[in-house]
T-cell receptor
Framework: GAVVSQHPSRVICKSGTSVKIECRSL??????MFWYRQFPKQSLMLMAT?????????EQGVEKDKFLINHASLTLSTLTVTSAHPEDSSFYIC???????????FGSGTRLTVV | QKEVEQDPGPLSVPEGAIVSLNCTYS??????FMWYRQYSRKGPELLMY????GNKEDGRFTAQVDKSSKYISLFIRDSQPSDSATYLC????????????FGRGTSLIVHP
């Protein structure tokens, strides 16, 4: 089945620094990938849609200058949290759709802690 | 009112029990109904999906949709400790190409 690899699984960074999270589709090409944020005991909140070769589409209320998304190839999307602050601490998950399968496949998530 | 409502739990049951997980929704355009399982510190994985109303069975899992009541359920028979996870319902107006709307998930604990 479709596999989405996400790295790192866990990162701790100092306030004010930037962190990059990678999302790769391993056995299929994904022209579109999605980035979610999840708080404890809360649902997945869609942050943005990453489009290969073009600008990402951000959901209302998501700061595009803080959460930089790059989708440089058909198998790789990156999310960079810039000038991170403690309130950015959360669980970030990417997903992509294999057109040969139903629905979306999720990465294993990245636990970001900003200290 | 949120589009998809799901009780976060936790729901604690003994091993071997029948588990019932439920979601309600308000958008009558939803046609596809999915259940995802999410283990702690992991991404969700698709468990089952159904189209429109009716039942679908896969091993110990049964998904049920009642569109007239805007109510969906996931039943787990002979629950096992390995079933302990958060179960998220999700729905979309069309097939796999539409981004689903997720419930907040129900935490299930199956104790030996």
């Amino acid at each position: 089945g479709a596999v989405v690899s996400q790295h790192p699984s866990r990162v701790i960074c100092k306030s004010g620094t930037s962190v990059k999270i990678e999302c790769r589709s391993l056995d299929f090409q994904a022209t579109t990938m999605f980035w979610y944020r999840q708080f404890p005991k809360q649902s997945l909140m869609l942050m943005a849609t990453s489009n290969e070769g073009s600008k990402a589409t951000y959901e209302q209320g998501v700061e595009k200058d803080k959460f930089l998304i790059n989708h440089a190839s058909l198998t790789l999307s990156t999310l960079t949290v810039t000038s991170a602050h403690p309130e950015d601490s959360s669980f970030y998950i990417c997903s992509a759709r294999d057109r040969l399968a139903f629905g979306y496949t999720f990465g294993s998530g990245t636990r970001l802690t900003v200290v | 009112q949120k589009e998809v409502e799901q009780d976060p739990g936790p729901l604690s049951v003994p091993e071997g029990a029948i588990v019932s997980l439920n979601c309600t929704y308000s958008n009558s355009a939803f046609q596809y109904f999915m259940w995802y399982r999410q283990y702690s510190r992991k991404g969700p994985e698709l468990l089952m999906y159904t189209y429109s109303s009716g039942n679908k069975e896969d091993g110990r899992f049964t998904a049920q949709v009642d569109k007239s009541s805007k109510y969906i359920s996931l039943f787990i028979r002979d629950s096992q400790p390995s079933d302990s996870a958060t179960y998220l319902c999700a729905m979309s107006a069309s097939g796999g190409s539409y981004i689903p709307t997720f419930g907040r998930g129900t935490s299930l604990i199956v104790h030996p």
